[in-house]
């Protein structure tokens, strides 16, 4: 593993993966200031969870470092921008900085899943729960193209985009292997998925 000095959003229910991409929109001050210095450096924000409310939160132990890939700034200030991820990481400890943004010592992991493909039983079951949880959660899909991803895609998109709640979303940053995270995946469809006809879907924290 090699170590590195982060700079941290933390954000509930947004996680990313290496490869994947994720849209968003900055309008917090101390994000705003993240985002600038990211830009003058070397464009990169590391990607983790809070572990609960307020200006500073504790955080769970395993984030993802991306990249701005693509950024519109606005003249009030405000960005969007689009993050592509590089490699998760395993905070060491939090810095005492003065910036107005967080900072952590990360050991960054040996990302290696990218040529790791799933059985055709994994693959299958993979397609089928996630039919069955877009149909009961009343989500249009374009399963074309989604029968084009490969194994890598497929899993690391799911995992990144499905409404579980965050500590869930946690658990399928923190697998390692595809097929485990294949897995983990279908099992939360199944959990997930059951709805007796009230409003209280599972979404995104």
């Known amino acids: 593993m090699t170590t590195q000095r982060i700079s ?5 229910g947004a996680i ?3 490869s994947m991409q994720l849209p968003l929109h900055i309008f917090e001050p101390r994000y705003r200031d993240l985002v600038s210095d ?6 990169k924000i590391g990607m983790i969870q809070p572990k609960g409310q307020g200006n500073q939160p504790p955080l769970f ?28 990481f395993s905070v060491i400890r939090e810095l005492d900085v003065t910036t107005s943004f967080r900072q952590v010592e990360a050991d960054l992991w040996v990302e290696d899943e990218m040529g ?8 299958a079951s993979m397609e089928i729960e996630s039919r069955r949880f877009a149909e009961s959660q009343g ?11 490969d194994d890598y895609s497929l899993v690391n998109a799911i995992a990144q985009i499905a409404p579980f709640d965050f500590a869930a979303k946690q658990a399928l940053l923190e697998a390692r292997g595809l ?14 998925g059951r709805h ?7 979404t995104l924290q």
Request: hydrophobic share 45%; with cysteine.
């Open 116 to 123: 790791e493909t799933l059985s055709l039983a994994e693959r």
């Open 61 to 88: 132990n395993v984030g993802c470092l991306a990249r701005i890939q693509d950024v519109e700034a606005m003249d009030d200030g405000r960005y969007n921008i689009i993050l592509e991820g590089v490699q998760r």
């Open 38 to 43: 990211s830009l003058a450096r070397d464009r």
């Open 179 to 192: 097929s485990d995270r294949a897995d983990t995946i279908v099992q939360l469809m199944q959990f997930f």
């Open 196 to 202: 007796d006809g009230s409003d209280d879907r599972v």
């Open 16 to 18: 990313i993966f290496p």
């Open 8 to 12: 941290i959003f933390p954000l509930t």
């Open 139 to 149: 989500y249009n899909v374009d399963w074309a193209a989604v029968s084009q991803l």
